[in-house]
T-cell receptor, first 119, second 110 residues
Framework: EAGVAQSPRYKIIEKRQSVAFWCNPI?????LYWYQQILGQGPKLLIQ????????DSQLPKDRFSAERLKGVDSTLKIQPAKLEDSAVYLC?????????????????FGPGTRLTVL | TQLLEQSPQFLSIQEGENLTVYCNSS?????LQWYRQEPGEGPVLLVT?????EVKKLKRLTFQFGDARKDSSLHITAAQPGDTGLYLC??????????FGTGTLLAVQP
């Protein structure tokens, strides 16, 4: 079974430029997540999709970040304009379970991430 | 806001030593997961615990979920260089969302 694919793996841009990341989740996974991970820290959820609808984007800086999952499969995360503090690894994950019901849990499968450096 | 604090933040040990990583919160979680992340890769799930007081063993790794389902620990016996990585706990709740801990960076020296 193919894993979560992300591209590009690395990106270096100057501040105020724009950048886009792409994610292809595992086939059949309804839920897709974008995380931001600062080096050595735990991932922070930016946005969660259920099929092509947004479930949670409470921590997404909406003045500069946007994300879409138009057909409920692939997703794109965009930053415009980028700031120095956006330098991080951007992880995409997908999972099978749509909503939990007592005793269930979801296992998230992660892609390798995109390392963004903003100069 | 739900927070998961991990300790220690960094750990450097010699091959063959034992270690314990702690994951603590003031919030109750319905499930607690542990992930390991190697450089340049995404986190990979090691184990999920869902019952308070539950203990799970995975070869040299032992995971425990606190009775109150607010904390967890990961114990590694006879650590090996291949255990090196970032260990992350993650709490699950009523929604299909995980709250990740602050992370513990482990280095096992040969």
């Amino acid at each position: 079974e193919a894993g979560v694919a992300q591209s590009p793996r690395y990106k270096i841009i100057e501040k105020r430029q724009s950048v886009a990341f792409w994610c292809n989740p595992i086939s059949g996974h309804a839920t897709l997540y974008w995380y931001q991970q600062i080096l050595g820290q735990g991932p922070k959820l930016l946005i969660q999709f259920q099929n092509n609808g947004v479930v949670d984007d409470s921590q997404l800086p909406k003045d500069r970040f946007s994300a879409e999952r138009l057909k409920g499969v692939d997703s794109t995360l965009k930053i415009q304009p980028a700031k120095l503090e956006d330098s991080a690894v951007y992880l995409c994950a997908s999972s099978l379970v749509g909503f939990l019901a007592g005793g269930l849990y979801n296992e998230q499968f992660f892609g390798p991430g995109t390392r963004l450096t903003v100069l | 806001t739900q927070l998961l604090e991990q300790s220690p933040q960094f750990l450097s040990i010699q091959e063959g030593e034992n270690l314990t990583v702690y994951c603590n919160s003031s919030s109750v979680f319905s499930s607690l997961q542990w992930y390991r992340q190697e450089p340049g890769e995404g986190p990979v799930l090691l184990v999920t615990v869902v019952t308070g007081g539950e203990v799970k063993k995975l070869k040299r790794l032992t995971f425990q979920f606190g009775d109150a389902r607010k904390d967890s620990s990961l114990h590694i016996t006879a650590a090996q260089p291949g255990d090196t990585g970032l260990y992350l706990c993650a709490g699950g709740g009523a929604t299909n969302k995980l709250i990740f801990g602050t992370g513990t960076l482990l280095a096992v020296q040969p």
